[in-house]
């Protein structure tokens, strides 16, 4: 049997499987255009988020909020964001964490390990 954790060299507990994913308030109950076709498609603005490089400075993650913010992380939490980590623990982190750290936390293998304690 082959563990988990030999596919993630950083650890399945420093991994990022799955984030909440920002949503525009305004836009709940209607289907804007981040929510209305992932039936049909699989790497749509309705289900894949993004931790970009922090060169690319796209601010993340972002209080679900009336602007057009498509592939964020986000919630409609007032200061948190949840995600699932690979070995399927929950986190809440911070909106204002670090965009070099949630990069670090989505890259599988790129040798450094986050303390999660020390930045939720």
Known sequence: MVSLDSGFPD???NTILAGEKYVRRTQYNRG???DRDSFAAGFVCDTVRWARAPSQNLPQPLLDDTGDAPRRFGSAHVARVNF???DRSVGALSYRIDMNILYLLAVKEDGLPINLASIQ
């Open 11 to 13: 650890g399945t507990s």
């Open 84 to 86: 699932v980590f690979v």
């Open 32 to 34: 804007p255009h981040e």
